[in-house]
């Protein structure tokens, strides 16, 4: 837990798969702090003097140190806080787990999202071929495991929140089938045990909100076609 002289807050907005990853690492760790919820369309000076570089959340202010980048975030919390690791200990799986979590943002997010928010019908069909063969990779990485993390979550899994909370939502916004337990059993029984963790269950938005911004944002982009 933190101590009385500790400061520790997170910005970030709601709808924001990368501001959860911090949130479920602070609960994990039982990491009290203060969250303040940003305007994008109208950022805050706190946003702007925090991350200057890319004025994006999340932002993580530690004894009013801030830090950006959510994987970034999430390795800061396990280091500073010793106690329930989310990384393993082990140099090799260490490495793999940053490779994972990276591949994730680098290969799944943005195909995900273009899939479905991209109004070039080709585009889009490239993105859903995309989105496919990365979650192949995953599926077969997890093997038989509970969790990317062994019997606990872990770096991977938090980092793959995207796909366990999100990917679900867009692909039903759009009538899609992205992410379907035929297509990939191992990857959807993990989205479910996942998502269903206490700490992950307690530290996802609301569901309803989430799902009709971005409703709102597809017909608004279908509708310009």
Not at 58 to 73: Q, R, Y
Request: proline letters at 6%.
């Amino acid at each position: 837990m933190t101590s009385s002289q500790e400061d520790v807050t997170l910005l970030g907005v709601l709808a924001s798969p990368f501001v959860c990853r911090v949130k479920i690492a602070l609960k994990l760790k039982g990491v009290e702090y203060k969250y303040v919820e940003e305007n994008l369309a109208d950022k805050s000076d706190l946003l702007l003097k925090s991350n200057p570089v890319y004025k994006k959340v999340p932002v993580f202010v530690h004894n009013e140190k801030p830090i950006p980048e959510s994987l970034v975030i999430v390795e800061y919390i396990d280091e500073t806080w010793k106690h329930n690791p989310i990384l393993p200990s082990e140099p090799y799986r260490r490495a793999s787990a940053r490779f994972w979590s990276k591949f994730i943002d680098d290969k799944v997010v943005g195909a995900a999202w273009k899939a479905v928010f991209t109004v070039d019908e080709k585009e889009r069909e490239n993105n859903v071929t995309e989105t496919f063969e990365a979650l192949q990779f995953l599926e077969n990485e997890l093997k038989d495991h509970k969790f990317f993390g062994g019997k606990e979550v872990g770096l991977v899994d938090i980092a793959a929140v995207f796909i366990a909370f999100w990917i679900p939502m867009f692909q039903e916004v759009a009538g899609l089938e992205l992410f379907t337990s035929e297509k990939f059993p191992k990857l959807y029984k993990w989205s479910q045990e996942f998502i269903n963790h206490p700490v992950v269950k307690e530290s996802l938005p609301p569901r309803d909100p989430v799902f009709g911004s971005f409703k709102g944002r597809y017909e608004s982009l279908t509708a310009s076609k």
